[in-house]
């Protein structure tokens, strides 16, 4: 058995190599936006819940403040966000779409319907590859491993 062969039986490699590709189908989708690929997904969440606190983004994101924070600091800058201090805890930052944000949500809205076209799988393919990953994730979170 080659090398080769062993790394392509590995599911973290197969994880990795799916990542990989998505981000890559995604970058000229998110490209004719205006957007990179982690600012589309702070927008994602600030479509839901927008006024979302730097911390719930970071929760949801999955990402710490070393990270997120120069995001939504460029975000700012470009004129997709703002950031306040909350007017009843000083130290919770709310973050808010500006016109310019909100307003992107509809172009984005066919991303996801053109990323699924490039992989080529049927929306019940998706769901249930969404689920399967869901699962993945919770059970490695929860293994004494993980």
Same mark, same amino acid.
């Given at each position: 058995?080659?090398?080769? #062969? &062993?790394?392509?039986?590995? $599911?973290?490699?197969?994880?990795? =190599?799916?990542?990989?590709?998505?981000?890559?189908?995604?970058?000229?989708?998110? #490209?004719? %936006?205006?957007?990179?690929?982690?600012?589309?997904l &702070?927008?994602?969440? *600030?479509?839901?819940?927008?006024?979302?606190? &730097?911390?719930?983004?970071?929760?949801?994101?999955? %990402?710490?403040?070393?990270?997120? =924070?120069?995001? *939504?600091?460029?975000?700012?800058?470009?004129? *997709?966000?703002?950031?306040?201090?909350?007017s /009843?805890?000083?130290?919770? $930052?709310? &973050?808010?779409? /500006? =016109? /310019?944000?909100?307003?992107?949500?509809?172009?984005? #809205?066919? $991303?996801?319907?053109? *990323?699924?076209?490039?992989?080529?799988? /049927?929306?019940?393919?998706?769901?249930?590859l969404?689920?399967?990953?869901?699962?993945?994730?919770?059970? %490695?979170?929860?293994?004494?491993?993980?």
């Amino acid at each position: 058995m080659s090398e080769r #062969d &062993v790394l392509r039986r590995q $599911v973290c490699f197969a994880l990795y =190599s799916a990542s990989r590709a998505a981000t890559a189908a995604y970058r000229p989708l998110l #490209d004719s %936006l205006g957007l990179t690929y982690p600012q589309y997904l &702070v927008l994602l969440v *600030l479509w839901e819940r927008d006024g979302a606190t &730097v911390r719930d983004l970071g929760e949801e994101l999955e %990402l710490d403040s070393g990270t997120l =924070s120069p995001l *939504l600091k460029r975000m700012e800058a470009a004129g *997709l966000l703002s950031r306040q201090r909350s007017s /009843t805890d000083e130290r919770r $930052v709310e &973050v808010r779409l /500006t =016109s /310019t944000g909100a307003a992107l949500q509809k172009q984005a #809205d066919a $991303v996801p319907r053109q *990323l699924a076209d490039a992989a080529g799988l /049927t929306e019940p393919e998706l769901n249930e590859l969404r689920a399967t990953l869901i699962r993945l994730t919770a059970a %490695l979170r929860s293994s004494p491993a993980g």
